[in-house]
């Protein structure tokens, strides 16, 4: 029998830490470790995406889909380089994921030779491990303990191999006397941390001594609605969720007030500028402008990082744990509150908020609303639905009209909040949950920039809905250059693209919509059609993602971006008017 290879030795520790799919592109810098993917095709599936981009995409929505190791693979030099943006994505939202490259012949490094990219030094910052292999005997300890590493940190690790070096066998290359053959284990551990009881107490005692609590909370959240409606229950506090922590509480639980920040509703706007006590439960919403002023609320953070305690905002105490653990904890400290006044105004306020939404997503104008989309979407969905966005006024749709219940997943691009990710999310859920209902809620801009990604789901059979909101513009960049710089829309437009057209020429069934009236007609077609699926919804371009509430200064630099020359602006002031009116009608 041969020797295995480091390629060999690098597939089979993946399979024993129980790695069961990789998202890649073959290459000529990669070819030793894909014949040895090959080889053990039976153990472990290579998904081709048509973007190594996507690739890292799908690995880091595997890794938020499933909890597990995300892996993807990609050639050396370019290749290499196109993984950055979605390594940076799983960073900078903390999924642990394992990415694979290429190096050239390690003897004509730094010769100017082919592809000759030193991707160990390029991935520095994104990754916590970053190794370069040296030789088939350091395979075997790199591959663990960059795969230990990313779950452990749930972090990105990156292993680079020289193209020979790949194909190298074990017994070839001479192993120190220091490096013992297999001392190293696939044995993970999964730590359930608890803050000591001193501090429990203290954070107990504090959010007991408030009047007006509010819990924020984050993807550390996750799987904890149970413990979280139970605190909130005993403290009588309105719960508002991150984006990405959409999934830690039903939209129709009566302590949740919906999203926070420029996406998030009035209620849970209003509730948290007001509160004077603030438990943030494994979050770090990064918009620093939405919480209490420093000062006024008495904070208490339950993190499992403890160097995000105290990142957002001052806290008096910080419980450093998993969440789950640290509130099972916690909730017999905290008395039950009598005075559920500050709740109930909350709870006041989220019932006109419902039908605010219900308004707009029932609205029969010309152009149609994006939010009629959404809105009919949300009737569709699955118990177990899992939904993925992208970033861009596409992402406010979604966060507003998605009533979220237990059991459904959402995932968009958190704080890196990157476009392009949605479709490649979608197909990583269908590849990780086949049977369960994936949709993908897009814009026009990201969906463009990704299409290619329509092969990988015809290619697998992969039964994704995808829904392209049609505005023909950067709308996102449109209103943020409007309201918050004062300036006029520049370079915002898009060039028309006939998706439904594309669709088809990939082989993927297509439908578009422009008529509100048919609008939930026509995706219920969509929806039971077998397979990939795309839905073409042409919406009004005008229509302005709205922030909770409105400031002077917004207000200001809007006007003085219509008076300054925004193309359009009769249609936008006639819009913009006439939302505002049948609002207060």
Not at 80 to 91: E, M, Q, S
Not at 241 to 255: N, Q
Not at 296 to 321: H, S, T, W
Not at 513 to 530: H, K, L, S, Y
Request: net charge negative; proline share 6%; aromatic share 6%.
């Amino acid at each position: 029998m041969s020797s295995p290879t480091a390629g060999d030795v690098l597939v089979e520790t993946l399979i024993d830490w129980g790695v069961d799919t990789i998202f890649g592109i073959p290459g000529d810098g990669v070819n030793g470790i894909i014949e040895s993917l090959r080889r053990k095709a039976d153990a472990i599936r290579f998904i081709q995406t048509r973007h190594e981009e996507a690739a890292a995409f799908m690995a880091c929505a595997y890794a938020k889909w499933t909890g597990r190791l995300g892996v993807c693979l990609a050639t050396s030099g370019p290749g290499g380089i196109h993984l950055l943006n979605g390594l940076y994505d799983a960073k900078l939202d903390g999924q642990p994921v394992l990415a694979i490259t290429g190096l050239q012949f390690h003897d004509l490094l730094h010769t100017d030779t082919q592809q000759d990219v030193e991707l160990d030094k390029l991935f520095m910052d994104v990754a916590a491990y970053n190794c370069r292999v040296m030789g088939a005997a350091h395979m075997e300890n790199v591959a663990a303990l960059a795969i230990r590493t990313a779950l452990a940190r749930r972090a990105v690790a990156h292993i680079t191999v020289p193209v020979d070096v790949q194909d190298q066998p074990v017994k070839r290359d001479a192993r120190s006397k220091r490096n013992i053959a297999h001392h190293v284990s696939g044995a993970p551990a999964q730590p359930r941390l608890a803050p000591p009881e001193t501090d429990l107490e203290r954070a107990a005692d504090i959010l007991n001594a408030c009047e007006k609590p509010f819990i924020l909370a984050g993807r550390g959240a996750l799987g904890c609605s149970d413990l979280l409606g139970a605190v909130a229950e005993r403290l009588g506090a309105p719960v508002g969720k991150a984006l990405l922590g959409k999934g830690a509480l039903d939209d129709e639980h009566p302590h949740c007030v919906g999203g926070v920040g420029l996406l998030g509703t009035r209620p849970s706007h209003e509730a948290m500028s007001d509160c004077d006590g603030l438990l943030i439960v494994g979050s770090a919403f990064p918009y620093i402008e939405f919480y209490p002023k420093p000062g006024q609320a008495r904070a208490v953070q339950i993190d499992i990082a403890a160097e995000r305690i105290g990142l957002r905002y001052p806290v008096e105490c910080g419980l450093v744990g998993d969440c789950r653990t640290t509130l099972e904890r916690l909730a017999p400290l905290l008395r039950e509150r009598q005075d559920r006044s500050f709740l109930q105004k909350a709870q006041e306020g989220m019932k006109d908020w419902r039908e605010l939404m219900a308004e707009r997503g029932q609205r029969r104008d010309l152009p149609m609303k994006p939010q009629v989309v959404a809105y009919e979407l949300d009737k569709l969905l699955a118990d177990d639905a899992l939904v993925s966005t992208d970033s861009g006024t596409i992402t406010t749709w979604i966060a507003r009209q998605m009533t979220f219940r237990q059991g459904q997943m959402f995932a968009c691009s958190g704080n890196l909040a990157t476009m392009a990710c949605g479709l490649p999310y979608a197909a990583a859920a269908a590849v990780a949950y086949p049977g369960r209902q994936v949709v993908s809620f897009v814009g026009d801009g990201g969906m463009t920039m990704l299409i290619g990604e329509l092969a990988t789901c015809v290619k697998y059979g992969l039964d994704v809905k995808i829904v392209v909101i049609k505005n023909n513009s950067l709308g996102q960049i449109k209103w943020e250059q409007m309201v918050f710089l004062g300036h006029p829309e520049y370079v915002c437009d898009l060039q028309p693209v006939d998706f439904a057209a594309i669709a088809r020429g990939f082989g993927v069934t297509a439908f578009t919509i422009e008529d509100p009236a048919r609008c939930g007609e026509v995706m219920r077609q969509a929806f039971a059609t077998p397979g990939p699926v795309l839905i073409e919804a042409v919406v009004d371009p005008n229509e302005p993602p709205m922030p909770p509430t409105v400031t002077f200064e917004q207000a200001k630099h809007f006007a003085e971006a219509l008076a300054k020359g925004t193309p359009g602006r009769g249609e936008i002031i006639k819009t913009v008017t006439g939302d505002r009116l049948r609002e207060l009608i």
